[in-house]
């Protein structure tokens, strides 16, 4: 896996859905589907842009308990190279994912901040890379791991730069984000319209669900697209060819194709749908990144080989051929639960967040990816179930299908789901992301929202390019126009240019 995501480091931010190998002889087939923004190369040492500068700022552990007075860091970067005074600050916000310098570096967000003389600044969400509130991540631990207390993180940061590093109590404060970032970019805004003056949320996922069935649609629309209906049609095959083995009893048939670690308990339904949804995880990770179409073509090329006897064994073929250094593949329920049981933040699934992302999905957001929709290639058995048993059983039994389905409904209600009533908000999505129906992707009343033609999730966040196309070239000259908007209406005319830079080089003054 990772020789294959190394591949993937484009000219643009790319964005990883991590599956799990932390034992490459035993890779387990199950991920929740993290999207992280990736650098989209190192800077050299002599390139302009460098100028992160880390820093950290005590929050408290509890932001809703007044009792409670424990308080640890949450580390941000900023990059003041570009900032004059008066200038606005420019908040990229953190997301399920250890924070990076280029997020301040590079993309099209910091070319709009030097643009716009801003204060450019990215924090680390907490629970996250080492922003950690909690001595350790047992549930109880994780129970500050809430909006409740992110956004409060976010407000605190937020009057920290404003008063003690700018001190400019009128700056004009602007959010941006990918993804959940994204998310909590526009509910910042939501909760505190006083501390932000506008929002770029790209690919934002707001709109909780405990049945996500459009997901699993667009990753089938994708492989038709960029595979053949050929390809679609192996894979519609190959899965009622496996569930129908497994209803006849032959489950052993399968767990000697798909070298499987353990047995397909095919008398226990979570067990079958995890099994299924292995296959489904692999295959959707080929879809949803900026990659795909090399992806889906590669993968296509092994699932449509004449060569292959069925579409079963050209499936086998292709997952088994994916992991050359396993020696079985897991995929049963009872190993992936005891995956996310751990505890210590030295243990690789929460330095990786694999256990916090688990959380915040089963606490609030949901987005169960499931085959119960008709029109999708992988079979009629993944359902919500599997991701709610897996919820209760990694969270301790506390957390029911019926608590599970109240919280996702809280949340929507709370924020107002797909509908939010919020301005000054601009959401771009790309047609070819499957998370794009969790977001807000049509334009109602004052909202703002684009679909960008043949772009993938996140994809507009890297700097303007000669590659663009024109609609994706379009939606982020888009999104510059507005934050200039919002920040001339709420601060004045935009600073004038810099004077020009004081001769330099001892060649210069030579000629004098
Ligand atoms: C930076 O250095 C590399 C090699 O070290 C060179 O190829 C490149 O042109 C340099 N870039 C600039 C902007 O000077
Ligand atoms: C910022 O961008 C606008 C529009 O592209 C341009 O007119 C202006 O010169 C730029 N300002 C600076 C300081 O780069
Ligand atoms: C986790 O931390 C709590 C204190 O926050 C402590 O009481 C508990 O024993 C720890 N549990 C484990 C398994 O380390
Ligand atoms: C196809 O079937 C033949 C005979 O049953 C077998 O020898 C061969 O290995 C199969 N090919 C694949 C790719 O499974
Ligand atoms: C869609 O985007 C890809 C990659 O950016 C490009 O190669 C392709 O030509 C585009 N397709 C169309 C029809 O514009």
């Known amino acids: 896996m990772l020789s294959r995501l190394a591949l993937i480091l484009g000219v643009s931010v790319a ?15 199950f991920g929740t589907h993290r999207l992280i923004p990736r650098a989209p190369a190192k800077l050299e040492d002599n390139e302009t842009g460098h100028g992160a500068v880390w820093n950290q700022l005590q929050v408290r552990q509890s932001q809703t308990n007044p009792q409670n007075r424990n308080s640890f860091p949450i580390r941000y970067v900023s990059n003041d190279q570009h900032y004059r005074r008066g200038g606005p600050l420019f908040l990229f916000i953190g997301g399920p994912w250890e924070l990076q310098e280029h997020l301040v570096e590079q993309g099209h967000f910091f070319d709009i901040a030097k643009n716009m003389s801003a204060y450019l600044v990215a924090n680390e969400l907490r629970y996250y890379g080492e922003s950690i509130p909690a001595e350790n991540a047992t549930r109880l631990n994780l129970r500050y791991l809430a909006l409740a207390h992110i956004l409060p993180d976010i407000a605190n940061l937020i009057t920290h730069l404003m008063y003690e590093v700018l001190r400019d109590p009128g700056a004009t404060v602007i959010l941006a984000g990918v993804g959940f970032s994204a998310s909590i970019a526009q509910w910042t805004r939501q909760r505190y319209q006083h501390l ?45 060819v496996a569930e129908n083995l497994i209803d006849a009893g032959l489950s052993t048939t399968l767990d000697n194709l798909f070298d499987v670690c353990n047995p397909i308990k095919s008398d226990d339904p979570v067990d079958v749908e995890a099994f299924l949804n292995g296959i ?49 593949l897991v995929m049963d329920f009872e190993s992936i639960t005891e995956a996310y049981q751990v505890t210590d933040w030295q243990d690789e699934m929460l330095r990786n967040g694999e256990r916090q992302w688990l959380y915040h999905r089963c606490t609030a957001l949901g987005w169960p990816l499931t085959s119960s929709s008709p029109y999708q290639p992988f079979g009629r058995r993944i359902s919500p179930d599997l991701f709610m048993q897996i919820c209760e059983r990694v969270f301790n039994d506390w957390l029911t299908p019926d608590v599970f389905r109240a919280l996702v409904r809280d949340t929507n209600i709370f924020w107002g789901g797909g509908r939010p009533d919020v301005q000054r908000v601009y959401h771009t999505h790309g047609s070819l992301d499957p998370w794009r129906y969790a977001g807000v992707y049509f334009a109602y009343g004052n909202s703002y929202s684009r679909v960008i033609w043949n772009a993938t999730h996140g994809e507009d966040l890297a700097s303007i390019s000669e590659d663009d196309s024109y609609a994706l070239r379009l939606a982020k000259e888009r999104v510059a126009q507005e934050i200039r908007r919002w920040v001339y209406q709420s601060s004045g005319p935009p600073l004038p240019p810099p004077p020009p830079p004081p001769p330099s080089s001892p060649a210069g003054l030579g000629l004098l």
């Open 15 to 29: 964005l990883a859905g991590a599956a799990i190998e932390l034992n490459p002889s035993r890779p387990l087939l």
């Open 280 to 328: 489904f995880n692999e295959i959707s990770l080929q879809a949803v990144d900026i990659d795909l179409r090399e992806n889906i073509d590669r993968m296509c090329q092994i699932l449509t080989d004449p060569e292959k006897n069925n579409s079963l064994t050209a499936l086998s073929n292709w997952l088994t051929g994916l992991f050359p250094d396993a020696e079985c």
């Open 196 to 240: 932000v003056q506008g929002v770029w949320s790209s690919s934002g996922m707001v709109k909780a669900s405990t049945n996500f069935v459009e997901f699993t649609e667009v990753v089938g629309e994708n492989i038709r697209r960029f595979g053949s209906d050929e390809c679609y049609n192996a894979i519609w095959q190959g899965f009622r």
